[in-house]
C-alpha cells in the first residue's frame, strides 16, 4: 500500500509517517503543499492519502475536488484543525472518505487507517 501525506508542517508530515509506520505502511509519498500533492498522487499509484486542508498553492479541499474530478475513488482522509459543521459538510461533499481533528493521538490516527489499510 502506497500513502500520500500531504502537509505544510513538515513535523506533522512526521507525526503522520510515524502514525503509519506503526501500523506497518512504510511505502509513503510526501507532498508540502496541494499543488504537490495533486502532481505526486498523478505520477504515483496511491492507494490513501491523508491531507491537511490549510495549505500553500492549493487547500486540502481542491486536493479532494481536483483528484475526485479525475473520476477516482481512492480513500482520502482530512487530517485538519477545521472542525466546523460547515468545513465538515464542503468536504464531505468534495468527496473526503474520512476526517480526523488535530491535534489527534497516534490511536485516533491508527482507527481511521485501520478502515482503509490492508497492509
Known amino acids: 500500500m502506497r500513502v ?3 502537509d ?6 512526521k507525526i503522520i509517517i510515524r502514525s503509519l509506520n506503526s ?5 509513503i509519498v510526501e ?3 496541494g499543488q504537490e500533492a495533486i502532481n505526486a498522487y498523478n505520477s504515483n499509484d496511491i492507494d490513501l492519502i491523508l491531507t491537511d486542508w490549510n495549505m500553500p498553492n492549493k487547500s486540502g479541499l481542491d486536493v479532494v ?7 477516482s475513488n481512492v480513500p482520502i482522509i482530512m487530517v485538519t484543525t477545521e472542525a466546523q459543521k460547515g468545513q465538515v459538510i464542503a468536504a464531505i461533499q468534495a468527496g473526503v472518505s474520512d476526517y480526523l481533528t488535530k491535534p489527534f493521538e497516534a490511536d485516533d490516527l491508527r482507527a481511521k487507517l485501520d478502515k482503509f489499510v490492508t497492509a
Do not use: F, P
Open 4 to 6: 500520500l501525506v500531504a
Open 8 to 13: 505544510d508542517s513538515g513535523i506533522m508530515r
Open 23 to 27: 501500523v506497518g505502511v512504510t511505502d
Open 31 to 33: 507532498a508540502a503543499d
Open 65 to 71: 475536488t481536483e483528484i475526485r474530478a479525475q473520476g
